[in-house]
């Protein structure tokens, strides 16, 4: 990324101070940084401080005199090679989903024909908030790629999604879209959706139900969309794993919660139900510890769960227009597999044998078979899941738009 120039728009918001972090390393990879701070943003952080990072004044004024007589909202755009918004706040993308331009933050954006990357923070509800909804899915059909949010602590006190990504999580999505300039990206405009991980059932407050997905695939899946383009929501289960660069990630713990988050992301494009969700939750949960008793035997009674495939296939307002499911099976994976196509509604299912000895769960490789509506299926050989991921990935592309990826 040596030379590159990075048009970096801090917006204002606590997540501002992160933006110094991100100078700081990006320099270190070779990027050049051109700053604008809204009037907002100068409470959270000081010119000063940006200006010593990025070795470059600071721009804040739309009607400064030297620099529109050069048109600097102009020329700041035209000259950068990448735009980023960080923090993206609520505000800053209700003005660029509107076309509004009243400021030099937002004028220039308008004014902008390079790519641009937005990192979204804000207070958990006002991300979940169905008009910040609206406007980062119009964003992300007008072109606009996302990193983030994360889920987490929030400076306000509050817990969810709507923390800034980190400075090398947004790094890598920067390095990203300078390598891909080039490459096809046949899913811009699209928003999709995936699943992922296990879920936690909990027995009592130390306990739980639960199955031995690593989340892998599924990650892999959501990179492999935003690669393509996609903007991507990852609604996963617990696991180990950081969300993919440019990609929005919803953590939740029980099967209600995924099916609850899956419903307040839509509509999207595509969704791909990999998440290994359990069948089955107890139907009490003890509010105390369940001590044991020598000798004594427990029984625990279940409910079954919600079927978030199903749903999402059958939904009576905003069905993906392509659903892909994921049969992960032992015994006879592909007659499991055809079973659950009927069963479920959804248009495509990938199977896969999760049996012991297979080493899929927690594994880095997977073998699987597509199996399409309108199609024989096709048995894929045994591959890396980052492999399998960009695999299917460029089926969709097929699929929906006659693009190979």
């Given at each position: 990324?040596?030379?590159?120039?990075?048009?970096?728009?801090?917006?204002?918001?606590?997540?501002?101070?992160?933006?110094?972090?991100?100078?700081?390393?990006?320099?270190?990879?070779?990027?050049a940084f051109h700053c604008?701070?809204?009037?907002?943003?100068?409470?959270?952080?000081?010119?000063?401080?940006?200006?010593?990072?990025?070795?470059?004044?600071?721009?804040?004024?739309?009607?400064?005199?030297?620099?529109?007589?050069?048109?600097?909202?102009?020329?700041?755009?035209?000259?950068?090679?990448?735009?980023?918004?960080?923090?993206?706040?609520?505000?800053?993308?209700?003005?660029?989903?509107?076309?509004?331009?009243?400021?030099?933050?937002?004028?220039?954006?308008?004014?902008?024909?390079?790519?641009?990357?937005?990192?979204?923070?804000?207070?958990?509800?006002?991300?979940?908030?169905?008009?910040?909804?609206?406007?980062?899915?119009?964003?992300?059909?007008?072109?606009?790629?996302?990193?983030?949010?994360?889920?987490?602590?929030?400076?306000?006190?509050?817990?969810?999604?709507?923390?800034?990504?980190?400075?090398?999580?947004?790094?890598?999505?920067?390095?990203?879209?300078?390598?891909?300039?080039?490459?096809?990206?046949?899913?811009?405009?699209?928003?999709?959706?995936?699943?992922?991980?296990?879920?936690?059932?909990?027995?009592?407050?130390?306990?739980?139900?639960?199955?031995?997905?690593?989340?892998?695939?599924?990650?892999?899946?959501a990179a492999a969309l935003?690669?393509?383009?996609?903007?991507?929501?990852?609604?996963?289960?617990?696991?180990?794993?950081?969300?993919?660069?440019?990609?929005?990630?919803?953590?939740?713990?029980?099967?209600?919660?995924?099916?609850?988050?899956?419903?307040?992301?839509?509509?999207?494009?595509?969704?791909?139900?990999?998440?290994?969700?359990?069948?089955?939750?107890?139907?009490?949960?003890?509010?105390?510890?369940?001590?044991?008793?020598?000798?004594?035997?427990?029984?625990?009674?279940?409910?079954?769960?919600?079927?978030?495939?199903?749903?999402?296939?059958?939904?009576?307002?905003?069905?993906?227009?392509?659903?892909?499911?994921?049969?992960?099976?032992?015994?006879?994976p592909l007659r499991e597999?055809?079973?659950?196509?009927?069963?479920?509604?959804?248009?495509?299912?990938?199977?896969?044998?999760?049996?012991?000895?297979?080493?899929?769960?927690?594994?880095?490789?997977?073998?699987?078979?597509?199996?399409?509506?309108?199609?024989?299926?096709?048995?894929?050989?045994?591959?890396?899941?980052?492999?399998?991921?960009?695999?299917?990935?460029?089926?969709?592309?097929?699929?929906?738009?006659?693009?190979?990826?």
């Open positions: 990324m040596q030379g590159r120039r990075i048009l970096l728009v801090i917006g204002g918001g606590i997540a501002a101070y992160k933006c110094l972090e991100l100078i700081r390393r990006g320099r270190e990879r070779g990027l604008v701070m809204t009037a907002a943003a100068k409470h959270f952080v000081t010119p000063l401080s940006v200006a010593a990072l990025a070795g470059d004044r600071i721009y804040d004024d739309l009607f400064s005199l030297t620099d529109e007589a050069e048109m600097g909202h102009i020329r700041l755009s035209r000259e950068a090679d990448l735009v980023v918004v960080a923090p993206a706040t609520a505000d800053l993308m209700a003005k660029l989903a509107g076309g509004h331009g009243d400021d030099l933050a937002s004028t220039l954006l308008l004014a902008a024909d390079k790519p641009v990357l937005l990192a979204p923070a804000m207070n958990p509800q006002m991300w979940a908030k169905a008009a910040t909804r609206r406007n980062a899915s119009q964003l992300a059909q007008d072109g606009c790629q996302f990193v983030g949010p994360d889920s987490g602590d929030m400076a306000c006190g509050e817990v969810g999604s709507g923390r800034m990504a980190e400075a090398a999580t947004i790094l890598d999505a920067i390095e990203k879209i300078l390598d891909g300039a080039n490459r096809s990206q046949p899913l811009v405009g699209m928003r999709a959706l995936v699943t992922g991980g296990p879920t936690h059932e909990p027995i009592d407050p130390v306990r739980f139900l639960a199955n031995r997905s690593s989340g892998r695939q599924s990650y892999a899946i935003a690669e393509a383009g996609a903007a991507v929501t990852l609604v996963s289960g617990p696991v180990a794993l950081s969300p993919p660069a440019g990609v929005e990630r919803i953590g939740v713990t029980t099967a209600v919660e995924m099916l609850a988050a899956c419903e307040a992301a839509l509509p999207v494009d595509i969704a791909i139900c990999a998440a290994a969700v359990g069948d089955w939750r107890p139907l009490h949960v003890d509010a105390m510890k369940i001590k044991k008793v020598a000798g004594k035997t427990m029984s625990i009674e279940l409910a079954e769960n919600p079927d978030i495939l199903a749903s999402l296939s059958r939904h009576p307002q905003s069905r993906p227009r392509l659903v892909v499911g994921f049969a992960a099976e032992t015994g006879d597999a055809m079973a659950k196509l009927e069963r479920k509604g959804c248009d495509w299912i990938v199977a896969n044998d999760v049996s012991p000895n297979q080493g899929v769960f927690g594994g880095l490789n997977n073998t699987v078979t597509l199996l399409r509506r309108d199609r024989p299926p096709e048995a894929w050989p045994t591959a890396e899941k980052t492999s399998v991921a960009k695999r299917l990935v460029a089926e969709i592309a097929l699929d929906l738009v006659g693009e190979d990826f």
